[in-house]
């Protein structure tokens, strides 16, 4: 079956730096068009970036010049480098898998989700 498998996350002071990986198994990895999404307490799942297989990222505007996403089709993971963390950041941090070459940034068009990582970022 399919497995989405988030790791990296943890508790860091604002302005510092964390990397989250999301290694897949069970599917065609090079095929699909990935994104993170991260939910707040009280809040509903959000947007945070996109990679699809042209090589193309979207960014929502709250990361871009933060953040930034990869992938390692050869280790069947994608990386979120994020910088400059703020407390606003603090989020369960959530990978997920779309196929196809279209990026989205609507949770509901991603197939497969890992599990999510918690990211906290202290003031």
């Known amino acids: 079956q399919v497995q989405l498998v988030e790791s990296g996350g943890g508790l860091v002071q604002a302005g510092g730096s964390l990397r989250l990986s999301c290694t897949a198994s069970?599917?065609?990895?090079?095929?699909?068009?990935m994104g993170w999404f991260r939910q707040a307490p009280g809040k509903q799942r959000a947007f945070v970036t996109t990679l699809n297989l042209s090589g193309i990222t979207n960014y929502a505007d709250s990361v871009k010049g933060r953040f930034t996403i990869s992938r390692d089709n050869a280790k069947n993971t994608v990386y979120l480098q994020m910088n400059s963390l703020k407390p606003d950041d603090t989020a369960v941090y959530y990978c997920a898998a779309k196929l196809g070459d279209s990026g989205s940034i609507y949770p509901e068009t991603y197939r497969y989700w890992g599990r999510g990582t918690q990211v906290t970022v202290s003031s």
């Open positions: 069970g599917l065609t990895f090079s095929r699909y068009t």
